[in-house]
């Protein structure tokens, strides 16, 4: 056999073994799709290979989640997105400002203060869940939108990924900037922030993700129906005499939407930030 063709072989190999993988991996997504467009009575009917065909398809699971007056599953949706847009806009905003200072802005106890951000990113959030519980509830926060923000907007993991791009970045178009007459905010508005999109876009997308999936706190501090996450609203379809798994396929199917979207509008900054910041995983 030629090198050529051991080549060919090679990477036809290749290529097969990554789409099983990949397969394999989205295939608990694929099931999860194909059940909630399945009559109830045929979800776990057929639990082999045969479960990813389905033989009867209908939207009736969409329509009773969507507009049944005893699922507030919208209202619910709409609270997630609100609180975690807010986290992530007003996150970047605040950790990139907090990074750039730190790494731009010369000051004492600035690398000091490095240390001690780095050292919180690895506080597990369980260890401070009772200590912040009584900061939220002493400002009158419980069920209100606040506690689901204002916790969360300073986020080390976001300081360290914005400090590490932004060391990249030249001193020389700063100092430029500077003998124009620009002060340091201007700086960091007009030139550090055009060139720094793919840390932005990978902040704002590890954000929204840590945060749409977050189930422990919303559960404690949003226990009114008025501010109730999706996480904890479809939880709570559980908790009914008879469970419908075709509703809470449909529910989870659209809840995984907006994750996706967002991940293919910022694919290309994504992957950019990651490889220039440096962070794996």
């Known amino acids: 056999m030629s090198r050529t063709w051991k080549k060919r072989f090679y990477k036809i190999g290749l290529s097969l073994s990554i789409l099983l993988l990949g397969l394999l991996f989205i295939s608990p997504l694929l099931w ?8 109830e009575t045929l979800i776990f009917k057929d639990m082999g290979i045969q479960s990813f065909l389905p033989k009867q398809a209908t939207f009736d699971n ?3 989640i ?5 699922v507030n599953f919208l209202k619910y949706m709409w609270n997630s997105l609100f609180s975690v847009g807010m986290i992530v806009l007003l996150g970047t905003v605040v950790n990139s400002l907090c990074a750039y200072a730190l790494v731009k802005l010369k000051f004492p106890g600035s690398g000091f203060i490095l240390v001690v951000i780095i050292a919180l990113y ?3 959030f369980e260890s401070v869940l009772i200590p912040l519980y009584v900061v939220v509830n002493s400002f009158g926060w419980i069920n209100e939108f606040p506690s689901l923000i204002v916790p969360f907007i300073a986020e080390a993991f976001s300081i360290f990924l914005f400090i590490q791009f932004f060391k990249g970045i030249p001193n020389e178009l700063e100092e430029a900037a500077q003998i124009d007459g620009a002060n340091p905010l201007q700086v960091f508005w007009k030139i550090v ?3 720094s999109k793919p840390v932005f876009a990978t902040a704002a997308i590890l954000s929204f993700v840590t945060h749409w999936s977050d189930f422990m706190w919303p559960l404690i501090v949003a226990t009114d129906d008025s501010i109730r996450t999706v996480q904890v609203g479809i939880q709570y379809l559980f908790t009914d005499n008879n469970i419908e798994y075709g509703q809470i396929m449909a529910a989870l199917t659209l809840t995984t939407i907006p994750v996706v979207l967002i991940f293919i509008f910022f694919q290309r900054y994504y992957v950019q930030g990651i490889t220039s910041s440096g962070v794996k995983g």
């Open 193 to 195: 922030v055009p060139n």
């Open 62 to 64: 969409y329509l009773a």
């Open 66 to 70: 969507l507009f049944t007056d005893s």
């Open 122 to 124: 690895v506080v597990p």
């Open 32 to 39: 999860m799709i194909i059940a909630s467009v399945k009559p």
